[in-house]
């Protein structure tokens, strides 16, 4: 979907980062607007970023995989085109995960913000995450009303997420795979708001108005029908508890 409004703004937060050693890799999902011209323009600025295109658009879902996979770094976090993160993101989330090796899953609370960076109010996630008992971390995920999941956007180990099975291409996917983070260690919020989430009219879960179009966004296939959304989930949730082997 086009983004090209925001995306300068993104790639200069990632930028602008007090902690300096790791991995910029862009992946274009196929963007049919200005995208690819701002991309190339960065990565011809700055020889950190690796900029990867795809000559269509494969789905939210396999964009959000095929960034992991072609990054190799020991700590690995995903940024959306419309959002941006404060100078002391990586460097206050790293410091948490290097002094506790019980974290699977650090982020801050996050500010939301309109179409011209203003911001609208501030969001805490309210996952129950620092139990020792992995049914309880799970639990919380299993809520259906459990609102954003801006943790998907925080600091994961590497060979954490690789324990995982990533994100499906199907309507709520993120939060099935925050449930099988959770399982596989604690997940601390940091008070600080390091986080802009931009909410504007053509985010996707604005943008998409039911969820047959939602499913088609994360998939990036066309498809007939939707039945049976939330039993689609919960075999999900059941599959990354198996994966954990708890």
Known sequence: RSGEAYRAAAISSVLSQTYEDFGRVISDNGASDGTEEIC???AACDPRIRYIRQ???LGAAWNFNHVF???RCKYFKWVAHDDMIEPEFLE???EVLEADRKCVLVHPAAV???ENGDQTSCYLDTMASDSDDPVRRFESWMVPALGQCNPVYGLMPREVI???GLQGNFMGSDRIFLGEIAILGQVRMLREPLL???VHANMSTKANLDNLSLTEWFSGEKI???RFKRLRQIREFARAIRRARI
Do not use: A
Request: with cysteine; proline share 4%.
């Open 40 to 42: 190339r323009t960065c």
């Open 55 to 57: 000559p269509k658009n």
């Open 69 to 71: 996979h072609v990054s």
């Open 92 to 94: 206050r989330c790293v």
């Open 112 to 114: 939301l913000v309109d």
């Open 162 to 164: 690789e324990k995982t």
């Open 196 to 198: 802009l989430r931009r």
């Open 224 to 226: 007939r029908g939707l």
